[in-house]
């Protein structure tokens, strides 16, 4: 697939999603977006049914800054009880649904919205689906002081980190970047990298993983549950 092809996959699927959106979230009910190029689309294909979306939780500054542009105005993930849906896109799903997200840097306030929703709808591109995670390097938000610390933890395990030059997350973070790594049973690792004093979230989203997958492909967008 060469990049235009994924640009056009990503935006028949961000459409797909709206759609979604437009079908099953209740009127007057709040809607999780996530970052991501692929989310920037259907933030964009939100525009036509944003009246019936009383307001989002937005999972970094970029989403925030883009859903305010188009009108939708802003929730605190504090000032709600629940989320019905969160939509997101990811840099690797396996078929357990079992993801690498981080990519774009906002793997912490990703994973805190997908806690808090009922429904996750992962918006992939064909290209992100494996058989096993790990191809994508693993992002890891650290605080930074314990960068070096959370470095040579991670060298133990069998990674190889590299810090994201240049990037602060919205949470005033480092991110390091880890390949390597065995991702056989991702619920362990992500367990086990939880451990590391000193790291903020992984990027491995196993133990909450996606709920519907919507797959944008070369014949169509196809629904996984
Ligand atoms: C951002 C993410 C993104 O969802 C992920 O990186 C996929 O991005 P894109 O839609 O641009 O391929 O986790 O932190």
Redesign the pocket.
């Known amino acids: 697939m060469n990049q235009d092809q994924q640009t056009q996959l990503?935006k028949s699927v961000a459409e797909a999603a709206a759609r979604y959106v437009a079908q099953n979230l209740k009127a007057g009910a709040i809607l999780g977006v996530?970052?991501?190029?692929?989310?920037n689309l259907f933030i964009d294909a939100l525009r036509p049914i944003k009246e019936k979306i009383r307001g989002a939780v937005a999972s970094s500054e970029n989403t925030a800054r883009k859903l305010t542009e188009i009108g939708i105005p802003l929730v605190a993930l504090n000032d709600i009880d629940s989320l019905p849906i969160y939509v997101?896109?990811?840099?690797e799903i396996d078929a357990s649904f079992a993801m690498i997200?981080?990519?774009?840097?906002?793997?912490t306030r990703?994973k805190i919205i997908a806690d808090v929703a009922d429904c996750f709808v992962c918006i992939a591109d064909a290209s992100k689906v494996v058989a096993v995670l790990g191809n994508f390097p693993l992002p890891i938000e650290v605080i930074p002081m314990a960068t070096a610390q959370v470095a040579r933890a991670v060298v133990a395990l069998g990674g190889t980190p590299v810090l994201r030059k240049g990037f602060v997350t919205d949470n005033g973070n480092h991110i390091l970047d880890v390949s390597g790594l065995s991702i056989t049973d991702p619920v362990a690792l992500e367990s086990a990298l939880n451990q590391i004093v000193g790291t903020v979230t992984n990027g491995l989203f196993a133990r909450r993983g996606a709920d519907v997958l919507l797959l944008g492909t070369l014949n169509g967008v196809e629904t996984r549950t």
């Open positions: 990503k996530g970052t991501g190029s692929t989310a997101d896109g990811a840099d997200k981080g990519g774009g840097g906002a793997l990703e």
